[in-house]
């Protein structure tokens, strides 16, 4: 009875006082009272939840309440310690203070309980009468007072930090600012925003300090708080942003954003009863659970903390029991009801009611059809798509139509979008963007509201019409999961899916598993695929699990069998597939089959591209067909099948001319290959002759490569294709842009033109690629380019002009050239006087090239036609010995022989007149420059 007298009178004489008045409890002996009685030893018991029933309130009878004007020094409790227990959530309450006064001051019967005038909550002291809640061993709480920061660490600030003081450590030479909080190998950490703060719980007490110097901006304003069994930190950050990684020595936290990579964690009823459930959060290394609260709200948080990065909650879920809040790393729940536990697992943390719950945990409980499969209400949505069996479906259509044709003709707009959501269900996609369209006709403001336009652009994706399906990039749409997966869901059918939207799907996961059957089927394979192919496989593994036989998975079964390289299984899950009725099921399959196959070495290259070749028509489609074309086009150049890699590339640019782009470069690509290949060395002329022209037109749109053109130019001169190889030494003169490298090209194609008969083309060539003034060349090249703008100009007939640059150059080549514009004219002295100063230049006179051979015998038959027999005996004496071989042997020994004198002559003046007669052909030959 006096308890609730008090209960009930306490409160309104504290709400009498003066603001700033300091109510103290004075005590006349120096002995604690009974209500300081030592704190109970809580029991330990193992697989218990880690919560601490709420303190009862109780009354120390012996003091009397008075007002007291000055401030009383108060005497600290030492708090009980512990390493790392779980506490019962009482820090960041308004600090009691008991002070202790003198045995006279409690004869007089005068008690003072100092309460600061901004404290709200009332004196809370243990009951030593009650028993401590079960929990688990390795976090075992301690009942205590709450205290304040400062009690915490009763140095004071001039003492500088104590013995057992953590510092923190800047990290250098990493790309975002980083910080390294040094803690043991087995310490936990969980982090989550609050407010305009990132807060990073750790499972164990521990001091830490910012040095004084060298830490980042970002974490400027970082403040730690130690309680008994956890570390707090908050890190005001604009950015909202912080990447977490460990090493050995501790936690690394960086200013940075996290990696799209990272894995939702996604809560799972566990139903125990028709009322009760407990709700499952797997995650990897789970480490402990703790108690804390939220420095902005004041918050009771059950942090479950992890010992590995990777793992976060996307995102909020309200319930009336409990919260639980978006996270970083971790699982964060505000507990609403005293009755929530939160414990630690083998494979994660489980949220459960205590025995005596009156409710389930969560309100939609009966509503969720499988056990241990993810929570769909947990994540956020946006439609209201109905679920239930055909039969129930069909029965809503009905009714939403029905009261659709009821509604006034202005207010239609919303019956007519929940008959939609209901063909949606059913998996009528395309009568469900008909009547989103009619009901856009009817209100034109319709198409302003979120719910229709995320409508039709659904019914949009379902029907495979991806460019109506714009709307879901609606900014107006964004902030709910349920659009997230639907965009995400849109890349996926397109083919173009990522590691972000393979994210998207797994938080959304839960959403497609409480769609109805139609829906749900139709998009769980495409779902699952993609989560596969991006990162996501243990999610998948994970839904499998939880899914009943369905042939409808076996791909995907197969994919994750594959990824966790069970390659026999993987490959029976493919097999399985070859006579399924989804075509494009069917041909994935046989895809990753072939692929698999040719991995093991159960298939090489030249009998996978067969393999995929045969399976090339199994389905129609630019995306899956290009990729595929690609891949045989790859391994046929494997295997040296230049020209049926070539075709099948071909093949696919005519089938697509609209995505030609791809394919174009692999024909680049593979043509090159085939002409740098040695194999191609091996071809016959013919058979390189056809390839090059059943493809001239990818050669004419090829930006070659330098190196690469100029050895299919050189290719194709050797086999006497000057015409074929003049369009490829143009193309790389025109994307050349060193100025250097262009004088260089310009030359040779200039020669090339030269080649074919086109003077004035191998003009326009030097003159498109004369050097900028200021730039030093070879002096070989500046030679070549003048020797050939002589000979076009000779080509031309301009011959004088020509005359002129040559006499310029005092080279061996530019005597040669003014003996063929000499020739040309028949001034054979001239001939000889530029041979001759040629030959002053050339010193080799025992073993000549063929060039130096044909020029010694135009020298030889320009002297014989000018009469010059010194000239003749000249070069008799000095190249007879060289000349006396070779196919000019006999033409040299005719011109250069002495006259018949006697009988043994006269088999050589035989010879000699057979010569003759053959002799004036060759001399005009000669005449010709």
Same mark, same amino acid.
């Given at each position: 009875?006096?308890?609730?007298?008090?209960?009930?009178?306490?409160?309104?004489?504290?709400?009498?006082?003066?603001?700033?008045?300091?109510?103290?409890?004075?005590?006349?002996?120096?002995?604690?009272?009974?209500?300081?009685?030592?704190?109970?030893?809580?029991?330990?018991?193992?697989?218990?939840?880690?919560?601490?029933?709420?303190?009862?309130?109780?009354?120390?009878?012996?003091?009397?309440?008075?007002?007291?004007?000055?401030?009383?020094?108060?005497?600290?409790?030492?708090?009980?310690?512990?390493?790392?227990?779980?506490?019962?959530?009482?820090?960041?309450?308004?600090?009691?203070?008991?002070?202790?006064?003198?045995?006279?001051?409690?004869?007089?019967?005068?008690?003072?309980?100092?309460?600061?005038?901004?404290?709200?909550?009332?004196?809370?002291?243990?009951?030593?009468?009650?028993?401590?809640?079960?929990?688990?061993?390795?976090?075992?709480?301690?009942?205590?007072?709450?205290?304040?920061?400062?009690?915490?660490?009763?140095?004071?600030?001039?003492?500088?930090?104590?013995?057992?003081?953590?510092?923190?450590?800047?990290?250098?030479?990493?790309?975002?600012?980083?910080?390294?909080?040094?803690?043991?190998?087995?310490?936990?950490?969980?982090?989550?925003?609050?407010?305009?703060?990132?807060?990073?719980?750790?499972?164990?007490?521990?001091?830490?300090?910012?040095?004084?110097?060298?830490?980042?901006?970002? %974490?400027?304003?970082?403040?730690?708080?130690?309680?008994?069994?956890?570390?707090?930190?908050?890190?005001?950050?604009?950015?909202?942003?912080?990447?977490?990684?460990?090493?050995?020595?501790?936690?690394?936290?960086?200013?940075?954003?996290?990696?799209?990579?990272?894995?939702?964690?996604?809560?799972?009823?566990?139903?125990?009863?028709?009322?009760?459930?407990?709700?499952? %959060?797997?995650?990897?290394?789970?480490?402990?659970?703790?108690?804390?609260?939220?420095?902005?709200?004041?918050?009771?948080?059950?942090?479950?903390?992890?010992?590995?990065?990777?793992?976060?909650?996307?995102?909020?879920?309200?319930?009336?029991?409990?919260?639980?809040?978006?996270?970083?790393?971790?699982?964060?729940?505000?507990?609403?009801?005293?009755?929530?536990?939160?414990?630690?697992?083998?494979?994660?943390?489980?949220?459960?009611?205590?025995?005596?719950?009156?409710?389930?945990?969560?309100?939609?409980?009966?509503?969720?059809?499988?056990?241990?499969?993810?929570?769909?209400?947990?994540?956020?949505?946006? %439609?209201?798509?109905?679920?239930?069996?055909?039969?129930?479906?069909?029965?809503?259509?009905?009714?939403?139509?029905?009261?659709?044709?009821?509604?006034?003709?202005?207010?239609?707009?919303?019956?007519?979008?929940?008959?939609?959501?209901?063909?949606?269900?059913?998996?009528?996609?395309?009568?469900?963007?008909?009547?989103?369209?009619?009901?856009?006709?009817?209100?034109?403001?319709?198409?302003?509201?979120?719910?229709?336009?995320?409508? &039709?652009?659904?019914?949009?994706?379902?029907?495979?019409? %991806?460019?109506?399906?714009?709307?879901?990039?609606?900014?107006?749409?964004?902030?709910?999961?349920?659009?997230?997966?639907?965009?995400?869901?849109?890349?996926?059918?397109?083919?173009?899916?990522?590691?972000?939207?393979?994210?998207?799907?797994?938080?959304?996961?839960?959403?497609?598993?409480?769609?109805?059957?139609?829906?749900?089927?139709?998009?769980?394979?495409?779902?699952?695929?993609?989560?596969?192919?991006?990162?996501?496989?243990?999610?998948?593994?994970?839904?499998?699990?939880?899914?009943?036989?369905?042939?409808?998975?076996?791909?995907?079964?197969?994919?994750?069998?594959?990824?966790?390289?069970?390659?026999?299984?993987?490959?029976?899950?493919?097999?399985?597939?070859?006579?399924?009725?989804?075509?494009?099921?069917?041909?994935?399959?046989?895809?990753?089959?072939?692929?698999?196959?040719?991995?093991?070495?159960?298939?090489?290259?030249?009998?996978?591209?067969?393999?995929?070749?045969?399976?090339?028509?199994?389905?129609?489609?630019?995306?899956?067909?290009?990729?595929?074309?690609?891949?045989?086009?790859?391994?046929?150049?494997?295997?040296?099948?230049?020209?049926?890699?070539?075709?099948?590339?071909?093949?696919?640019?005519?089938?697509?001319?609209?995505?030609?782009?791809?394919?174009?470069?692999?024909?680049?690509?593979?043509?090159?290959?085939?002409?740098?290949?040695?194999?191609?060395?091996?071809?016959?002329?013919?058979?390189?002759?056809?390839?090059?022209?059943?493809?001239?037109?990818?050669?004419?749109?090829?930006?070659?490569?330098?190196?690469?053109?100029?050895?299919?130019?050189?290719?194709?001169?050797?086999?006497?294709?000057?015409?074929?190889?003049?369009?490829?030494?143009?193309?790389?003169?025109?994307?050349?842009?060193?100025?250097?490298?262009?004088?260089?090209?310009?030359?040779?194609?200039?020669?090339? &033109?030269?080649?074919?008969?086109?003077?004035?083309?191998?003009?326009?060539?030097?003159?498109?690629?004369?050097?900028?003034?200021?730039?030093?060349?070879?002096?070989?090249?500046?030679?070549?380019?003048?020797?050939?703008?002589?000979?076009?100009?000779?080509?031309?007939?301009?011959?004088?002009?020509?005359?002129?640059?040559?006499?310029?150059?005092?080279?061996?080549?530019?005597?040669?050239?003014?003996?063929?514009?000499?020739?040309?004219?028949?001034?054979?002295?001239?001939?000889?006087?530029?041979?001759?100063?040629?030959?002053?230049?050339?010193?080799?006179?025992?073993?000549?090239?063929?060039?130096?051979?044909?020029?010694?015998?135009?020298?030889?038959?320009?002297?014989?036609?000018?009469?010059?027999?010194?000239?003749?005996?000249?070069?008799?004496?000095?190249?007879?010995?060289?000349?006396?071989?070779?196919?000019?042997?006999?033409?040299?020994?005719?011109?250069?022989?002495?006259?018949?004198?006697?009988?043994?002559?006269?088999?050589?003046?035989?010879?000699?007149?057979?010569?003759?007669?053959?002799?004036?052909?060759?001399?005009?030959?000669?005449?010709?420059?």
């Amino acid at each position: 009875m006096r308890l609730a007298l008090v209960l009930v009178v306490a409160p309104a004489l504290l709400l009498a006082y003066p603001a700033g008045a300091q109510v103290a409890v004075d005590q006349t002996e120096a002995q604690p009272s009974p209500v300081e009685a030592a704190p109970v030893a809580p029991k330990v018991e193992a697989e218990k939840p880690s919560v601490v029933r709420p303190p009862v309130v109780r009354w120390a009878p012996r003091p009397r309440v008075r007002v007291q004007a000055q401030r009383h020094q108060p005497v600290q409790r030492p708090l009980p310690s512990s390493s790392k227990t779980s506490a019962p959530g009482r820090e960041g309450m308004a600090p009691i203070k008991i002070v202790v006064p003198t045995a006279e001051a409690a004869s007089a019967g005068a008690a003072t309980l100092a309460i600061p005038a901004e404290a709200a909550a009332p004196v809370l002291l243990p009951d030593p009468e009650t028993t401590t809640p079960e929990l688990p061993a390795a976090k075992m709480p301690v009942q205590a007072v709450p205290v304040s920061d400062a009690q915490a660490r009763p140095a004071p600030a001039s003492a500088g930090p104590t013995a057992d003081t953590v510092w923190l450590e800047p990290v250098a030479g990493t790309a975002m600012p980083t910080i390294l909080l040094k803690t043991e190998p087995d310490v936990g950490l969980a982090a989550f925003r609050s407010g305009a703060e990132t807060v990073v719980v750790l499972d164990a007490p521990v001091d830490f300090q910012a040095p004084a110097k060298g830490l980042d901006p970002a %974490f400027a304003q970082f403040t730690s708080r130690r309680t008994q069994d956890a570390t707090v930190i908050r890190i005001p950050m604009a950015s909202g942003t912080l990447r977490l990684a460990r090493n050995a020595r501790g936690w690394l936290l960086m200013a940075g954003s996290p990696p799209d990579t990272a894995a939702s964690i996604i809560p799972r009823l566990i139903k125990n009863g028709p009322d009760t459930a407990s709700i499952q %959060f797997t995650v990897s290394e789970p480490s402990s659970v703790v108690t804390v609260l939220d420095p902005q709200t004041g918050d009771q948080l059950l942090v479950g903390t992890q010992g590995a990065v990777g793992q976060a909650i996307p995102n909020a879920w309200q319930q009336a029991k409990f919260s639980l809040r978006p996270t970083l790393q971790g699982i964060v729940v505000v507990a609403t009801s005293d009755d929530m536990r939160l414990r630690r697992g083998g494979d994660g943390f489980t949220l459960s009611a205590g025995p005596l719950a009156d409710s389930s945990i969560i309100q939609d409980a009966a509503k969720q059809e499988d056990a241990s499969a993810p929570i769909a209400g947990a994540v956020s949505r946006l %439609f209201d798509i109905p679920n239930g069996s055909a039969a129930d479906l069909i029965h809503e259509l009905d009714d939403r139509v029905g009261a659709a044709g009821d509604a006034h003709a202005l207010a239609r707009s919303e019956p007519r979008l929940r008959v939609a959501a209901a063909m949606l269900a059913l998996g009528m996609d395309v009568e469900a963007q008909s009547v989103i369209d009619v009901a856009a006709a009817a209100d034109p403001t319709l198409m302003d509201k979120r719910r229709a336009i995320g409508l &039709r652009a659904v019914a949009s994706v379902l029907a495979g019409r %991806f460019e109506d399906a714009n709307g879901l990039a609606d900014p107006r749409l964004s902030g709910s999961t349920e659009i997230e997966l639907w965009r995400a869901y849109l890349q996926a059918a397109k083919g173009e899916a990522t590691a972000k939207d393979a994210r998207s799907l797994s938080v959304g996961l839960p959403l497609v598993l409480a769609y109805p059957r139609p829906l749900r089927d139709r998009m769980l394979p495409t779902v699952l695929e993609t989560m596969a192919l991006n990162g996501q496989a243990e999610a998948v593994q994970t839904a499998l699990r939880t899914l009943p036989p369905d042939r409808t998975l076996d791909l995907v079964r197969g994919m994750v069998l594959e990824m966790t390289d069970q390659t026999a299984a993987a490959l029976q899950a493919y097999d399985r597939l070859v006579d399924s009725p989804d075509r494009l099921r069917r041909y994935k399959a046989q895809m990753r089959a072939a692929e698999l196959r040719i991995k093991t070495g159960e298939l090489d290259a030249r009998a996978g591209a067969d393999v995929l070749d045969r399976a090339l028509f199994g389905w129609r489609g630019a995306k899956q067909e290009l990729a595929l074309r690609i891949r045989i086009a790859g391994l046929r150049r494997q295997t040296g099948q230049w020209q049926q890699a070539l075709a099948v590339l071909r093949e696919g640019r005519d089938a697509f001319p609209d995505d030609h782009a791809q394919l174009d470069r692999e024909l680049a690509t593979t043509f090159i290959g085939f002409i740098t290949n040695d194999a191609v060395r091996n071809l016959t002329p013919a058979e390189f002759v056809a390839i090059y022209d059943k493809n001239i037109g990818l050669v004419q749109d090829v930006a070659w490569n330098e190196q690469v053109g100029t050895d299919l130019v050189d290719r194709l001169i050797g086999l006497g294709l000057q015409g074929r190889a003049e369009p490829i030494m143009t193309r790389l003169v025109a994307q050349s842009t060193d100025p250097i490298r262009r004088v260089v090209l310009g030359t040779r194609l200039s020669d090339l &033109r030269m080649s074919t008969d086109d003077p004035s083309g191998a003009i326009a060539a030097l003159a498109d690629t004369a050097p900028p003034s200021g730039i030093a060349l070879n002096p070989a090249v500046m030679e070549a380019r003048q020797l050939l703008y002589a000979h076009a100009e000779a080509a031309r007939g301009n011959t004088d002009s020509a005359l002129g640059m040559l006499n310029t150059l005092g080279t061996a080549k530019a005597d040669v050239a003014r003996a063929d514009i000499y020739a040309s004219r028949k001034d054979w002295p001239q001939v000889v006087a530029a041979l001759t100063a040629w030959e002053h230049k050339e010193t080799a006179t025992t073993d000549l090239t063929d060039q130096q051979r044909a020029v010694v015998t135009q020298l030889v038959s320009a002297a014989t036609l000018s009469g010059n027999t010194a000239a003749l005996e000249q070069v008799a004496a000095t190249y007879g010995p060289a000349m006396a071989k070779g196919s000019s042997a006999a033409l040299f020994r005719v011109l250069t022989s002495a006259p018949v004198r006697e009988n043994a002559d006269l088999p050589r003046a035989f010879e000699e007149i057979q010569l003759a007669r053959q002799l004036p052909g060759k001399l005009d030959a000669m005449g010709t420059p």
